[in-house]
């Protein structure tokens, strides 16, 4: 049994397929979602959506929005949202080492959360590119977890 994803932007549909599983950041944290999940709806972080195709793991970097999930069809809608394959790696390098400078040197409170929040984009597709090291990350925890 699979599921029905559609990943949209206001500009484009990222993704419409059929997929296996995936695992996407909310705000309260990271949710599984397999055949016959339950229905709910729910806010979407900035953060990595991971997607089981044909048993491999492909990833997607999503820049917040909200989620339906129901009778096997998810729909995503996001500000924004690139395929890891997608993504140059120099030039997420690049943005992300601009976005720790930019936040170093920010000043005042708007300031602080601009430049936060372009942080959090900019890590978030440098993750999507690798999403190995994101499992690494994950088992590091987990194994936190369990001593």
Known sequence: MTLNLSV??????VWDSEVEEIVLSTNSGQIGILPNHAPIATAVDIG????????????MALMGGFARIGNNEITVLVNDAEKGSDIDPQE???TLEIAEA????????RQKIEANLALRRARTRVE???????TRKLCRIIMKLCD
Do not use: D, M
Not at 8 to 13: E, Q
Not at 128 to 134: C, D, F, L, T, V
């Open 8 to 13: 949209l932007t206001p500009n484009r549909i």
């Open 48 to 59: 990595i959506l991971r997607i089981r195709l044909n048993n491999q793991w492909l990833t």
């Open 102 to 109: 930019n936040v170093k040197k920010a000043e005042g409170r």
């Open 92 to 94: 997420a390098q690049q």
């Open 128 to 134: 999507a590119i690798n999403p190995k090291e994101i």
